[in-house]
């Protein structure tokens, strides 16, 4: 186990060299998220967690965008999946892209993927995300998300990473977790 300053200077607690790669993304790491977005591969784009009002409570994007583009675009995905109807599917065209969601609820879960994949594993993604959620927060609420950020960025980070899913089984990311709490607890 390693200690290591990130962000603003708290000391973040990382089990593996894998997870102290992933704290640190340099110039090198935007420019081969983008190259590999452009050259076509299967990734998901970005992760939205999103209430009813349209008040973003999770954003992990994995392609690069400006600040000007998010904002546009968690309104633009808000507008599109929360007046959709509920007799029509959870995947929806996006630009070039699908927007893949599902409602818990009062939070919209969605995620952004290339046209070429598989909605249905998308959806078990999101599934096992809001599972995952449930069983850390035990019996999760939108006030756990608001407060309890950084544990949500770490859950989300031990189940994708780089616009891919990393861990698909639940037991192996919720011993991680229960690792990593030990360890800072």
Known sequence: WSRRVVGNGCAAV???????ARASVGPFEQSWRSRRASEGREMIRFILLQ???????LAK??????DTEKHKLEHEVHRIVAHRDQKFTNFVEYKTHKLIYRRYAGLYFTLCVDSTDNELIC??????FVELL???????????LVYNFHKVF???????????LQESSKKVILDRLGNLDKIEG
Not at 61 to 66: A, E, G, H, K, N
């Open 51 to 57: 209430n009813r009002q349209g008040r973003t409570r």
């Open 123 to 128: 959806l078990e993604i999101i599934h096992l």
């Open 14 to 20: 990382f089990a593996s060299a894998r997870e102290v």
């Open 61 to 66: 994007y994995y392609v690069p965008y400006s």
């Open 134 to 144: 449930d069983h850390y927060f035990s019996n999760v609420r939108e006030l756990d």
């Open 154 to 164: 770490v859950i989300t980070d031990e189940l994708v990473l780089s616009g891919e």
